[in-house]
Each structure stands twice: as C-alpha cells, then as structure tokens.
C-alpha cells in the first residue's frame, strides 16, 4: 500500500490556514470599511475577523481532517 499525503491545500498546513484566514479578513475589512469604520476602527475589524477565522479554521482542521 502506498503512503497517502494530504493535499498541498489541506486546511491542516498552518500556512493555508493563514492564507485563507488573511484573505477573509481582508474581505471583513473592506466591508467594514464599505460600512464607515476608518482608522483604528478599521484596524481592529480587520484583526478581529483575523483572529477569528483563524481559530474556526484551527477548529475545523482538528475536528474533521
């Protein structure tokens, strides 16, 4: 039987997590920014909505791969 590696776009790399959680953020911020936050407003949305996904997509990789 062969060794099975996970796919290079496997939310158990760190990096993909990382990757995908930024971009959200990325899309959260322009949203908030869209919705009038400006300044540090903006700023803690952005790293808000960073952290989050992050720990969802942490959760996610750990329960189900």
């Known amino acids: 039987m062969t060794d099975q590696h996970p796919s290079r776009w496997s939310l158990t790399y760190t990096g993909n997590r990382v990757a ?16 009038g936050a400006t300044g540090t407003a ?3 949305v952005f790293v ?18």
Not at 48 to 65: C, D, E, K, N
């Open 20 to 35: 995908l959680a930024v971009l959200i953020a990325l899309l959260v911020g322009m949203i908030g920014a869209l919705a």
């Open 42 to 44: 903006h700023v803690i």
């Open 48 to 65: 808000l909505a960073l952290a989050v996904t992050y720990g969802v997509l942490t959760y996610v990789a750990r329960r189900f791969f």
